[in-house]
Nanobody
Framework: QVQLVESGGGLVQAGGSLRLSCAAS????????MGWFRQAPGKEREVVAA????????YYADSVKGRFTISRDNAKNTVYLQMNSLRPEDTGVYYC????????????????WGQGTQVTVSS
């Protein structure tokens, strides 16, 4: 049984930082791609960042480039999202997801999803 468990969300002031973690179990960690998505109220879920199992391919949405960093620790089966210089528009529920193929940012290609962690950035 595959489980993805996110942690690290919370309330932070604009300009602050948070680090999200996603612990994966029941999944061969060379599975494919791991991604972070977010969903703001009234909006569709969108990809924020993604990384291949080897870490050689990464993707960032334009809105987070230079502020967010995705990384993974294969020994711990954990993916991280370091979020710096947070803005109110970064507010939303952040989801970790796993795709069986690498190099993908398409939401529908991600097979497994965590329950999400709330990130709220106050102005």
């Amino acid at each position: 049984q595959v489980q993805l468990v996110e942690s690290g969300g919370g309330l932070v002031q604009a300009g602050g930082s948070l680090r999200l973690s996603c612990a994966a179990s029941g999944l061969t960690f060379s599975y494919g791609a791991m991604g972070w998505f977010r969903q703001a109220p009234g909006k569709e879920r969108e990809v924020v960042a993604a990384i291949n199992w080897g870490g050689r391919w990464t993707y960032y949405a334009d809105s987070v480039k230079g502020r967010f960093t995705i990384s993974r620790d294969n020994a711990k089966n954990t993916v991280y999202l370091q979020m710096n210089s947070l803005r109110p528009e970064d507010t939303g529920v952040y989801y970790c997801a796993a795709a069986p193929i690498g190099g993908t940012t398409t939401k529908d290609s991600y097979k497994y999803w965590g329950q999400g962690t709330q990130v709220t950035v106050s102005s």
